[in-house]
């Protein structure tokens, strides 16, 4: 499965407004995942999901 990176949830309440790459096909993707990263400028997944969801439409 690919994965990629869109950003960093900085604001402590959580929201954020994250844009897509304008070349991104979403219908590639099903799946949204947030995760809890380091620090470490390695945007592979952590293995540590937050939250998880299906994207539909």
């Known amino acids: 499965m ?3 990176s869109i950003g960093v949830l900085r604001d402590p309440s959580g929201d ?3 844009p897509l790459p304008p070349n991104v ?3 590639a993707y ?3 995942d947030v995760s809890a ?3 470490d400028n390695k945007p592979a997944h952590s293995g540590d999901s937050l ?3 299906t ?3």
Do not use: C, I, K
């Open 25 to 27: 096909d979403l219908q």
């Open 16 to 18: 954020a407004l994250l």
């Open 30 to 32: 099903s799946v949204v």
């Open 2 to 4: 690919e994965m990629f």
């Open 37 to 39: 990263e380091q620090y």
């Open 55 to 57: 994207l539909t439409g």
């Open 51 to 53: 939250l998880r969801g």
